[in-house]
């Protein structure tokens, strides 16, 4: 299983980047999809997740900007990121709590990480 994801640069505050992570691979059902973030010297937080029946949690610093949406057919989350702030500077991983088997136990996968870098 792999997820791989995209999307991130180089934006102005104020502005907007659109993330996205594909899982691939031999998936049986995935639950959860998310997105987390490191910053520098800081530990990884939960910025959005959204479960595979719509319901979506976000953190409370990323609540009225930020929306998760998913792709179940093409097994990809997206994340819109809007008025993006220097706070919102970060490595963001993609994240997938998914069964390889109808019997198998579901456990977490990511991704590789993509930067986004917000200058002030």
């Known amino acids: 299983v792999q997820l791989q994801a995209c999307g991130g640069g180089l934006v102005q505050a104020g502005g907007s980047l659109r993330l996205s992570c594909a899982a691939s691979g031999n998936i049986f059902s995935i639950n959860a999809m998310g997105w987390y973030r490191q910053a520098p010297g800081k530990q990884r937080e939960l910025v959005a997740t959204?479960?595979?029946?719509?319901?979506?949690d976000y953190a409370d610093s990323v609540k009225g900007r930020f929306t998760i949406s998913r792709d179940n057919a093409k097994n990809t989350v997206y994340l819109q990121m809007n008025s993006l702030k220097p706070d919102d500077t970060a490595v963001y991983y993609c994240n997938a709590d998914l069964r390889l088997t109808f019997y198998a136990t579901p456990r977490d996968y990511w991704g590789q990480g993509t930067l986004v870098t917000v200058s002030s």
């Open positions: 959204i479960i595979s029946d719509g319901s979506v």
